[in-house]
């Protein structure tokens, strides 16, 4: 699924992410070097860890979003080059030190098959030892929290009425979005559709495993402890064996 208009409103929606906790997560194990940040949105985390020094590469398949991520870059005068490639076909890339995959990216691949196919892709785009960092929605935020439907936010300039439903598959979610953005003296509406699924944590470490990871650690939520039953965001740092 591509991000459509949505991109034009994703980072005043996107506000509270802890963007700089991420860079320090990647950084305590990644000092400097290559770095891929793949599903990179409208590039505010290649940003950030590009002004500290790493050579990014950033790519999305969105052309919304890379448009945003393009201006970002030629405003903040940072060269970092632009690719429109899906996760799972990263058409050969090679010679990073660290790949990134952030804020629940990858629960927009649909099956087992894309996932695992990207966790190859990773494998073969980094040096030999490099890291792979990636977050998850947890089954408990996907089959509980995001069924407690609808959400609704009233902003300044925007507001949105955030309706979810099941998807087709196990620990998968169907996220109906109306939104309402200022326009002058009125609110233009648009309306977009997002699928998102996701896998037990145990499936995930497996799929790394047998991509030629060895899994360094699974972290929740923006902290250093283990994910438990109530957790809502799964981290994982990965090595290439």
């Known amino acids: 699924m591509r991000y459509g208009k949505f991109a034009s409103v994703y980072d005043e929606l996107m506000e509270d992410i802890p963007y700089e906790r991420y860079v320090e997560w990647v950084a305590a194990h990644v000092k400097s070097g290559t770095l891929l940040d793949l599903a990179c949105g409208t590039g505010t985390l290649s940003q950030l860890f590009a002004e500290m020094g790493y050579q990014v590469t950033a790519s999305d398949l969105s052309e919304e979003m890379l448009a945003i991520a393009s201006q970002r870059f030629q405003d903040a005068q940072l060269q970092i080059p632009l690719l429109q490639l899906s996760m799972d076909h990263l058409e050969g890339l090679a ?118 990871f060895e899994v360094m650690e699974t972290a929740a939520d923006f902290t250093n402890e283990k994910p438990d039953d109530d957790s809502e965001r799964i981290f994982f740092h990965a090595v290439k064996k």
């Open 95 to 212: 010679g990073f030190d660290a790949v990134t995959i952030a804020i629940d990216s990858l629960n927009y691949l649909e099956t087992e098959q894309q996932v695992q196919e990207t966790f190859k892709e990773v494998h073969g785009a980094l040096n030999a030892g490099g890291h792979f960092f990636f977050d998850v929605h947890s089954l408990y935020k996907v089959d509980h929290i995001y069924m407690d439907s609808p959400f609704v936010y009233d902003g300044e300039d925007i507001s949105y009425i955030w309706h979810t439903a099941e998807g087709d598959f196990d620990h998968s979610v169907i996220h109906d979005l109306t939104f309402f953005i200022r326009n002058g003296e009125f609110f233009e509406r648009f309306e977009e559709t997002h699928e998102q699924r996701t896998f037990p944590v145990e499936q995930y470490s497996a799929w790394l495993e047998d991509a030629g």
